[in-house]
């Protein structure tokens, strides 16, 4: 390329009109967006996947209020370099500049002594915080610095959002608009992105180098002809993390325990956090395992347990263990599909209201009212069962959760077809 800053970097938006997706925070009469232009906001913290815009919406702010800013790797930084950066603060406040921001990217990978280090200089004003994660702060993030920051909960970057970047970035880069070539089809690079913008570009500017030289067309073919051909150089961008944990999951979701216990090596070898696969293997005993195994969840959450207890080296024994067992064990996502569809079901149909037999009464008033009069305490039944409806009028009779085909919850079956026939006859 004719410039050594990567296509990603380049395309960095500047201003809230560049930036594109999280229209929920950020688009016109978001919270954050407000907040943005009336020049006043709190200290944050950004949770979404990678590639979301999290770094970028950090720095558009910082521009935008015309603010100072600093910025630390939580991978990187210790409690040394935390210490400059409020230094440096202090010496802003006594020469009356604007308060800076302090972006902390991976915020959850910071210690608690770490965590511990920015909370006095947020109390104190000295500077606004934003931090970035890709795990869920209310774990990661120690409860007093978690509660005096407000968490924006960013979103996967839709087809539509990824189309958008790229015609952004034809229509704005120099390097592109001086080497055009004809974007024909664009479901590999979506594909291969998975939702992630820097990946995204990364991509389509290592198929635009190719299909300039070559005078090609970017189809879907050519495009993972030439992501395979440079895949040395695709795996630098940083992403590997990501794929291959992603390998990790799939093959303990597919059974394979050969393969997932190679994906664990990998991670290990490169230095992952042990936590954070921990972690991942807790989620997976959940969704791709379930009812069909319950013992998969003890197993897993016991395993994440002694890795915090027991930290490296040791703590890859556990990892294996729980990793070849999930891989081995009978799979089912019943839960996790059933979810799914009682989610979609809330949305389509709001607020509707708890039927009044189901209802709490803890004033007379409500007693008055007949709330709870019609409950029926299943306890004082034969069997500990007594059919009543539990879903609200307008959705009474909705199937949400249906056992898979395995021995665990072939058992489920029948107990629910035994206690509520036809309302669960499958």
């Known amino acids: 390329m004719a410039t050594s800053i990567p296509l990603a970097e380049r395309m ?238 799939k093959s303990i979701r597919g059974s394979d325990p050969n393969g997932a216990i190679y994906w664990l090596a990998r991670m290990l070898d490169g230095g992952e956090d042990p936590v954070f696969i921990a972690r991942r293997l807790v989620i997976s005993a959940s969704e791709d395992i379930g009812n069909a195994n319950p013992n998969a969840l003890l197993l897993a959450n016991n395993c994440f347990q002694a890795v915090k207890v027991l930290g490296m080296p040791e703590a890859r024994i556990p990892l294996a263990q729980a990793t070849t067992y999930l891989a081995s064990s009978a799979k089912s996502d019943s839960a996790y599909d059933a979810l799914q569809k009682a989610m979609t079901l809330v949305k389509k149909t709001g607020d509707l209201s708890v039927p009044l037999h189901l209802r709490n009464a803890p004033t007379k008033l409500m007693k008055d009212l007949d709330y709870g009069a019609e409950y029926k305490y299943a306890h004082a039944y034969p069997g500990h069962f007594v059919e009543q409806e539990f879903l609200p009028e307008p959705v009474s009779g909705t199937q949400l959760y249906e056992p898979k085909n395995n021995a665990a919850e072939n058992k489920i079956r029948e107990s629910l077809k035994s206690k509520w026939k036809d309302k669960y006859g499958y």
């Open 12 to 249: 960095r938006p500047k201003t809230i009109a560049d930036y594109i997706g999280q229209s929920h925070i950020i688009g016109e009469g978001a919270v954050l967006r407000n907040a943005i232009q009336q020049g006043s906001i709190p200290s944050m913290i950004f949770w979404g996947p990678p590639g979301v815009g999290k770094t970028s919406l950090a720095l558009l702010i910082a521009n935008e209020l015309n603010r100072p800013f600093f910025s630390l790797s939580a991978i990187q930084a210790g409690v040394k370099d935390i210490r400059e950066v409020i230094d440096k603060a202090e010496k802003l406040r006594n020469f009356n500049q604007e308060q800076p921001i302090l972006f902390i990217d991976e915020i959850h990978r910071f210690s608690k002594s770490q965590q511990d280090s920015l909370l006095g200089a947020v109390e104190r004003g000295l500077v606004t915080l934003i931090g970035a994660t890709t795990e869920n702060p209310s774990f990661e993030v120690i409860s007093a610095l978690l509660s005096r920051c407000q968490v924006y909960v960013l979103e996967h970057l839709s087809e539509e959002d990824l189309r958008a970047i790229l015609t952004q970035s034809i229509e704005k880069d120099a390097y592109l608009r001086e080497h055009p070539v004809k974007l024909k089809e664009y479901e590999a690079l979506f594909r291969l992105s998975g939702g992630d913008a820097r990946k995204l570009l990364n991509v389509f500017e290592l198929v635009v180098q190719a299909a300039y030289t070559q005078q090609q067309e970017v189809t879907n073919d050519f495009v993972l002809k030439q992501v395979q051909q440079n895949m040395a150089r695709y795996d630098k961008t940083g992403e590997q993390h990501y794929d291959i944990i992603s390998a990790f999951i």
